[in-house]
Structure formats: C-alpha cells, structure tokens
C-alpha cells in the first residue's frame, strides 16, 4: 500500500482554503503571537565555544546561566501558549464532538495536560535522534507524526497508547514519512531564516533601525507561525488518509 503524499498536501491546502479566515484567528492568537514576542523580547541564546579552550567554555556556561535566569520562564510560558494553539487547531478538526471555535478552545484547555505529557513523549525520541544522527530524528518524527492527532480524536486514549497507534499507523511508510516529518521540523527555520539573517545584518550595522528590526522579527514570527500551522494541517489530513485506508 502506497501513501499519496500530494494528496495529503493537496487536503491540508483545502483545509485552509475552507477555514482560512476561523483558522487566522486562532493561529494569529495562539501561533504568531507567542513567537512575535520570542523575537522581540527573548535574546537568542549565546553560542556553543570552542571547547578545546577552557577560559571560553568558563565564559559560556556563565552567560548560558545568565540567559536561563533571566529568559527560562519566558520561554517555557509562551512555548505552551503555542502548544494550547496547536492543540485548538486539532481540536477543530478531529475532537469527535466536532466542536465550534469557542467550544474547542474549552477542549483544548481541558486536554491540554494529557497533550503536553504526549508533545514532550514525542519530543525525546526525535530529539535524541536528531543529536546523534540527523536521519533517525526524521524517521522517528514521521513515524510519530499522527500522535498528535490520534490523541485527541480517539479521546479518553493516554499518551502512550496514542503513541503506539502512531507507529501501527504509519507502518510500511517510514522512509516516506521521514522526509514528511523533515519538512514539519524544518519549514519554520526555513521560512524565518533569510529575516533573522537580515536582522543579524541589520544588527551589526553601525546605525541600526529598530523598526525595520521589528518588521524582520514580525517577518521571521509569521514565518515560523505559517509552518507551525501548515504543520498542523499537514498532520490532521495524514491521520485521516491513513485511518482511512487501513480501516483500524
């Protein structure tokens, strides 16, 4: 049994086509805000040294720590405003009460415990994956890629059940599904890099625009914000291909 990648594409693209303007509220909300104020008012991080000198790996762990007090909560706060948008757009589409807007957010809210132990259950493996070998962080993203929504359309189901009907799910289409699972992790960088590359420029320079800065940083917010939704798409019109064709 093949997948038809373009035509789970082609459903996500009709998702947003039918539910843009629903869709521009919550994500505008939920997804770009959180990520708008990440660029305005989060640092990035400082950058990994040169460990081979211990002076400068001294220097690191010092302005890491700086960072981390200052940043963490920040952080750590609009990262699950971000995951409870996620969780509303899945609610939309695959709760089976089929909820209105303002009845799926109250969804979402009350999933929303269940749906970060799963999120962070999901995480590790890529996680893992990615750090030691790129390509077993892309396969094992694929083949976790409808946990997300198996956990919420197939409700009272707990983390590692949805987990596990993920990967019964996705058998037989690994290899496809890791280059899916590429896209999913890597459009957000790949939609906001050349913005932060020209704020980095921007940065640098000796008289710099702090309004132009800002619409970079608004730039780089919504392209993040339109991956993580096409994501989100991408991964409810999978789930239904897939439930649908294996009939389990």
């Not at 596990?164 to 290899?175: D, F, I």
Request: glycine fraction near 10%; hydrophobic fraction near 55%; proline fraction near 6%.
């Amino acid at each position: 049994m093949t997948l038809n990648v373009i035509g789970v594409f082609n459903d996500a693209w009709k998702l947003w086509k039918r539910d843009r303007e629903l869709l521009i509220g919550v994500a505008g909300f939920f997804l770009f805000v959180p990520q708008l104020a990440l660029k305005l008012f989060v640092p990035l991080p400082p950058n990994l040294p040169d460990f081979g000198e211990a002076a400068k790996v001294r220097a690191w762990v010092d302005a890491a720590e700086s960072w981390s007090s200052q940043y963490s909560l920040i952080v750590i706060l609009l990262w699950l405003v971000t995951l409870f948008g996620s969780l509303a757009v899945f609610t939309l589409y695959l709760d089976p009460d089929r909820p209105e807007a303002r009845r799926a957010l109250a969804r979402a809210l009350w999933l929303s415990p269940r749906f970060l132990l799963l999120t962070i259950l999901v995480a590790l493996p890529v996680q893992f994956g990615l750090i030691f070998l790129l390509l077993p962080g892309f396969y094992a993203q694929g083949r976790l890629l409808v946990a997300l929504p198996a956990g919420v359309a197939e409700q009272p189901q707990g983390a590692l059940a949805s987990i596990s009907r993920s990967l019964a799910l996705t058998r037989g289409h690994g290899m496809v599904l890791a280059g899916m699972g590429c896209l999913v992790l890597l459009a957000g960088d790949l939609l906001s890099r050349p913005f932060i590359a020209m704020g980095k420029m921007l940065g640098g320079a000796p008289m710099a625009n702090p309004v132009v800065a800002g619409l970079l940083d608004t730039a780089a917010a919504m392209g993040v914000a339109v991956a993580l939704l096409g994501g989100i798409l991408i991964q409810v019109a999978l789930y239904r291909r897939l439930v649908s064709s294996r009939g389990i």
